[in-house]
């Protein structure tokens, strides 16, 4: 089962913030560059850009709590017969 996790880089910056002691500057440099990297490792790894057609499910995590995304996993992974 491929899931993405997405959020808005304003959301992403909040959450990384309240996490740590770092300027809102610095965490979006640290966040953009990790996408950067992720994307590369990504692309590498499948021989393929990302797009959405390589996940199963995308979830927003802006839209929901932790607790009812990994309800969403697991009813998803119910689904498929996986667990």
């Known amino acids: 089962l491929h899931i993405r ?3 808005p ?3 992403r910056i909040n959450s990384f913030n ?3 002691n770092k300027e809102h ?3 979006k440099a640290f966040i953009l560059e990790s996408d950067t990297n992720r994307n590369a ?11 959405d057609f390589n ?3 995308t979830i927003n995590c802006a839209g929901f709590t932790q607790s009812e995304i990994v309800k969403m996993i697991i009813h998803a992974m119910e ?3 996986m667990v």
């Open 25 to 27: 500057k610095d965490s």
């Open 18 to 20: 309240s996490k740590t």
């Open 5 to 7: 996790l997405v959020a």
């Open 41 to 51: 490792l990504f692309e590498n790894f499948c021989q393929t850009k990302i797009n």
């Open 55 to 57: 996940f199963d499910l």
């Open 9 to 11: 880089l304003d959301w």
């Open 79 to 81: 689904i498929k017969k």
